[in-house]
């Protein structure tokens, strides 16, 4: 029984030979992979923190363009606001720039109106009194 359990020693021996000759190389290979991963999560964890702070930056700069924005929306509300305040004074003064028209139109015409009666009325006493005094200076003048 002694060859025989030299040969089951020789098997194991071979066998553990076997297992050791695969699974050194394994191992190498799992240590390289490990190596990797490490410096893979490394640099991502590098990017990422890099990408957070572009993305922090990013967003300051999107919350400081967005007042921007809101300030000049307040502004053109304002001009707005003004312009509809100019646009109704002007409208104004365009109604009283026409009453004051009509007015002066209405006066215009009713002074040319009385200028005209005026003249004939002052045509016509011209004329009563010149004939009167006419008449007056032939009847005395006949009488003396």
């Known amino acids: 029984m002694t060859t025989m359990n030299q040969v089951w020693i020789g098997l194991i021996v071979v066998a553990v030979l076997a297992t050791a000759g695969f699974l050194i190389p394994l191992l190498i290979e799992l240590r390289k992979t490990a190596r990797s991963l490490r410096e893979f999560l490394k640099t991502t964890g590098e990017s990422a923190k890099a990408s957070l702070e572009s993305t922090k930056t990013t967003l300051e700069e999107l919350q400081q363009t ?7 929306s307040d502004d053109i509300k304002d001009v707005a606001g003004d312009i509809k305040t100019f646009s109704g004074a002007v409208k104004d003064a365009g109604q009283n720039i026409r009453h004051v028209s009509s007015l002066l139109e209405d006066v215009t015409s009713s002074a040319l109106i009385k200028a005209s009666g005026l003249r004939a009325g002052i045509r016509t006493a011209l004329g009563v009194l010149l004939n009167n005094l006419l008449n007056n200076l032939f009847k005395k003048g006949g009488r003396q």
Not at 66 to 72: D, E, I, T
């Open 66 to 72: 967005l007042k921007s924005l809101r300030n000049v």
